[in-house]
């Protein structure tokens, strides 16, 4: 139990077009999606927390006009890089909250998007 | 949020355990200790949980301290799949959100 998806798996577009990647919970309810970046050799960086029906909260230092997130339903949340550009390119990892809720709060990570933005 | 403290690397020997530490030395009272671990280009995976006691499932053990400022992650015999970057991640109680620090890289010999 507790799968979630990611799509694509990797994804290679040109400067200025705009990407979508798709996270999903498999078999469970996610109140709440988030949304990493990582860059090689690093750590993995929150970069917005997304709630089902309501706006996204992006960490400080993301740009909300750049990296669009719509949670339109309890079990998907889509992350949009918007005129990506190569700086954008890195490894892209969404994870998600049951929606049962409570201690611990355990997420359950997806696979990860690899952009790579020439 | 509670900071956190992890070696950069460690080594372990195939078949041998593997005790990971980690501080979280100003982790408040009702904060879990969530265990993941991330193989290289996948998504984290959940290792274990722990609130104060100590903890046992089929993947490992967490030992919490009893000041609960540190915790070590167990893993009773070490194989090659489980060389990863293992992070220790303290969850304030109510926001929800994972903060990760630089974790430790294992690395395991055949």
């Known amino acids: 139990g507790a799968v979630v998806s990611q799509h694509p798996s990797r994804v290679i577009c040109k400067s200025g077009t705009s990407v979508k990647i798709e996270c999903r919970s498999l078999?469970?309810?996610?109140?709440?999606m988030f949304w990493y970046r990582q860059f090689p050799k690093q750590s993995l960086m929150l970069m917005a927390t997304?709630?089902?029906?309501?706006?996204?909260?992006?960490e400080q230092g993301v740009e909300k006009d750049k990296f669009l997130i719509n949670h339109a339903s309890l079990t998907l949340s889509t992350l949009t890089v918007t005129s990506a550009h190569p700086e954008d390119s890195s490894f892209y990892i969404c994870?998600?909250?049951?929606?049962?809720?409570?201690?611990?709060?355990?997420?359950?990570f997806g696979p990860g998007t690899r952009l790579t933005v020439l | 949020d509670a900071k956190t403290t992890q070696p950069n690397s460690m080594e372990s020997n195939e078949e041998e355990p593997v005790h990971l530490p980690c501080n979280h030395s100003?982790?408040?009272?009702?904060?879990?200790i969530h265990w993941y671990r991330q193989l290289p280009s996948q998504g984290p995976e959940y290792v274990i949980h722990?609130?104060?006691s100590n903890v046992n499932n089929r993947m490992a053990s967490l030992a919490i301290a009893e000041d609960r400022k540190s915790s070590t992650l167990i893993l009773h015999r070490a194989t090659l799949r489980d060389a990863a970057v293992y992070y220790c991640?303290?969850?304030?109680?109510?926001?929800?959100?994972?903060?990760f620090g630089t974790g430790t890289r294992l690395k395991v010999l055949a």
């Open positions: 994870s998600a909250r049951d929606r049962r809720g409570g201690p611990p709060d355990t997420q359950y």
């Open positions: 078999d469970f309810q996610a109140t709440t």
């Open positions: 997304s709630n089902e029906g309501s706006k996204a909260t992006y």
């Open positions: 100003t982790i408040s009272g009702t904060d879990y």
């Open positions: 722990g609130l104060t």
């Open positions: 991640i303290p969850l304030t109680s109510g926001t929800y959100k994972y903060i």
